[in-house]
């Protein structure tokens, strides 16, 4: 009952620095997404991957890369970190992209420095 | 643009009391409406959702309202516990868009007291 694990939980960076978030779910979800949220501002959609091999920006894209490894797992880079990004990010799943309930990983929350 | 809007911002009722939470939308050309529940730390749980087509979705104690031609949505909690104690928040999908393109809320933190 593993649903969507999302690693690190915990990550401070210093401005510049790059690293990668990483997501799998083991739902046999076709759809994943990176959300970030921040005070205030509700979550916010980075980057989203409607099925295998697809990957497609969402509403703040700017500053990050994906990559849908393979249908489990979809990670989010950062390649030159900056305080702005100091969030809280998600990592969510749904069967296919439309029409269907979001199942959400536990979160990462990153600190730049 | 849709914009999602949730008001108050923070509820404290005592247990037992029956309660209602409240979502305004600016487009009324909405795919579909979820609401969710997050935990201190936690990520969010889904607990209903609304197609564009229907009207409610109940799940025990919950029922979720969706009136499109108002731009509103509604979370009504029977007989409160104060494990309902969290943050609701909910989300619009976009006519256009995809469960992608959900917009949400900034949540109504909801404390349940003895």
């Known amino acids: 009952n593993a649903g969507v694990t999302q690693t690190p939980k915990f990550q401070v960076l210093k401005t510049g620095q790059s690293m990668t978030l990483q997501c799998a779910q083991d739902?046999?979800?076709?759809?994943m997404y990176w959300y970030r949220q921040d005070p205030g501002m509700g979550l916010r959609l980075i980057y989203y991957s409607a099925s295998e091999g697809t990957t497609d920006k969402g509403e703040v894209p700017n500053g990050y890369n994906v990559s849908r490894l393979n249908k489990r797992e979809f990670s989010l880079r950062l390649e030159s970190a900056a305080p702005s990004q100091t969030s809280v990010y998600f990592c969510a799943s749904s069967p296919q992209v439309r029409r269907e309930k979001l199942f959400f990983g536990s979160g990462t929350q990153l600190s730049v420095l | 643009k849709q914009e999602v809007t949730q008001i108050p911002a923070a509820l404290s009722v005592p247990e037992g009391e029956n309660l209602v939470l409240n979502c305004s939308f600016t487009d009324s050309a909405i795919y579909n409406l979820q609401w969710f529940r997050q935990d201190p730390g936690k990520g969010l749980t889904s607990l209903l959702l609304?197609?564009?087509?229907?009207r409610e979705q109940t799940s025990g104690r919950l029922n979720a309202s969706l009136d499109k031609s108002s731009g509103r949505s509604t979370l009504y909690i029977a007989a409160s516990q104060p494990g309902d104690s969290a943050t609701y928040l909910c989300?619009?999908?976009?006519?256009?868009?995809?469960?992608?393109?959900?917009?949400f809320g900034t949540g109504t933190r909801l404390q349940v007291t003895l």
């Open positions: 739902m046999n979800h076709n759809s």
């Open positions: 609304i197609q564009s087509s229907q």
């Open positions: 989300a619009g999908g976009g006519n256009t868009g995809t469960a992608s393109k959900l917009t």
